[in-house]
C-alpha cells in the first residue's frame, strides 16, 4: 500500500474539508512575534542586500538575474483499458489551455490508440484516425461527436463508454457526457444500453449480478489494488453492491470489505481496516482506530485521499470528518478548513 502512496500525493488540495490541525494555533503565534520584531531587522538585511546587487551589477553588468517563466498546468485524470480488462485511471499533467474545448481536445488525444500514455500493460482505446466532428458544452453535459463508431475495435463495449465517461467527468465543468457518431447518437445505433446521459452512476469496473441479489443493496465505488509487476501496482477504483445501513459511511465502510474475484488479482487495500463501522456515527463522519493516526495526533492522509477519491466517483459534495474515541482529529498534512479540488490527488502519475 506504501508503495502506491509514494505517488499519491496532495498539493494541499482536495474535494473535502477537515478540522485544523492542532499546529495552526502555533503557528499564529510565531507568526505574530515575528512580524513585531522581525521587520526592523528584515528592513536592514534588505537593504544590504539590495547594495550588494547594484555593487555588483557594477562590475559585471551582464551579470543578469534569470527567472525562468513555467506554464499553467492542469491535473487531469485519464482512464485507459488494461490488458486484463480493467478501467484504470492515470494522473497526468497538462498545459492549462485557453478554452474549455481545447482542453478536451488534449484529453481525447491521450484516449487514442497512439496514446503517449500507453504501456504494454494500459492502452488508448478510440482508434487514432477517428476524428472529433463537434464538441459541446451545455449545462454542463458534453456532447461529442465522432467521425466513425469508437465501438469497432477489440474492446469490450462497457469499458469503453467507462473510460471515456470517466475521463471527462474529471472536468469540473462537465457533469455528464452524450455520445454521437456523425450526427446520430450512439445510443440509437447499439443493441446494448447505454443511458441517455452517462454520468457516475454509469458505474465503473462492476461484475454483473442478478437482479434477486441487488435488493437492498447499495452502489458504491471503492478502490482496490492491482499489482502489474515488482515496480507497477495502480490503485483501481471498483463499483460494488454491499448491503445498505442507516448512515452513507456506515454503508461506505461495508463496501470496503467486499472482495473481488481472486481471478480479477485485485487486493483489497488494507489502510481501509481502521474504519470502524460505528452505528451512531454522523453521516460523512468516520470513526477510526488508532492505527489510523500518523504520530498519535492526525490521520493518515493516504485514508483522507482514498475517500476523497471515491466520493468524488460517486458525485458526493459532502465534507468528510475523523473521529477517534469521539474526538474530531486532523488529518496529516493539512492545515486549511478550505474547499479543494480533488484533481490536485495524484495518484498512477505518468509524466509525458
Do not use: W
Not at 488508448?124 to 459541446?136: C, S, T
Not at 475517500?307 to 458526493?316: E, H, I, R
Amino acid at each position: 500500500m506504501s508503495n502506491i502512496f509514494k505517488k499519491l500525493k496532495n498539493v494541499m488540495n482536495g474535494k473535502m474539508v477537515v478540522a485544523l490541525s492542532p499546529k495552526k494555533e502555533k503557528i499564529k503565534k510565531i507568526v505574530k512575534y515575528s512580524f513585531c520584531f522581525g521587520l526592523p531587522l528584515l528592513g536592514a538585511i534588505l537593504g544590504s542586500t539590495f547594495g550588494i546587487i547594484e555593487y555588483n551589477k557594477k562590475l559585471n553588468p551582464q551579470n543578469e538575474i534569470i527567472v525562468e517563466v513555467t506554464k499553467d498546468e492542469v491535473n487531469r485524470r485519464v482512464y485507459l483499458i488494461s490488458n486484463d480488462n480493467l478501467t484504470i485511471p492515470l494522473s497526468v499533467s497538462l498545459e492549462k489551455k485557453s478554452t474549455i474545448h481545447e482542453q478536451i481536445m488534449d484529453v481525447y488525444n491521450l484516449l487514442k490508440t497512439d496514446s503517449k500514455l500507453q504501456n504494454d500493460y494500459l492502452k488508448g482505446f478510440i482508434n487514432k484516425d477517428i476524428k472529433m466532428n463537434k464538441i459541446e458544452v451545455k449545462d454542463n453535459i458534453l456532447s461529442l461527436d465522432f467521425s466513425e463508431n469508437i465501438f469497432e475495435n477489440e474492446f469490450n463495449n462497457t469499458k469503453i463508454l467507462e473510460a471515456l465517461t470517466m475521463s471527462f467527468l474529471s472536468f469540473d465543468e462537465i457533469d455528464g457526457l452524450e455520445v454521437y457518431i456523425n450526427g446520430t447518437k450512439l445510443n440509437d445505433m447499439v443493441s446494448i444500453y447505454i443511458p441517455e446521459v452517462l454520468d457516475e452512476n454509469y458505474g465503473i469496473n462492476q461484475d454483473f449480478y442478478y437482479t434477486s441479489s441487488l435488493i437492498g443493496k447499495e452502489k458504491q465505488i471503492v478502490f482496490y489494488e492491482r499489482k502489474y509487476s515488482n515496480e507497477h501496482s495502480y490503485l483501481v477504483p471498483v463499483t460494488v453492491y454491499c448491503d445498505k445501513e442507516q448512515s452513507i459511511n456506515q454503508t461506505f465502510v461495508n463496501a470496503t470489505k467486499v472482495s473481488q474475484p481472486v481471478s480479477s488479482l485485485l487486493k483489497n487495500i488494507s489502510l481501509y481496516n481502521v474504519l470502524e463501522n460505528n452505528q451512531d456515527s454522523e453521516d460523512h463522519q468516520y470513526e477510526i482506530t488508532k492505527d489510523g493516526l500518523v504520530d498519535e495526533e492526525c490521520v493518515n492522509k493516504e485514508l483522507f485521499d482514498l475517500l476523497t477519491l471515491s466520493y468524488d466517483l460517486m458525485g458526493y459534495d459532502s465534507k468528510v470528518s475523523f473521529v477517534v474515541e469521539g474526538e474530531v482529529v486532523a488529518v496529516d498534512g493539512i492545515y486549511q478548513e478550505e474547499d479543494t479540488k480533488v484533481n490536485n490527488i495524484i495518484f498512477n502519475e505518468v509524466k509525458i
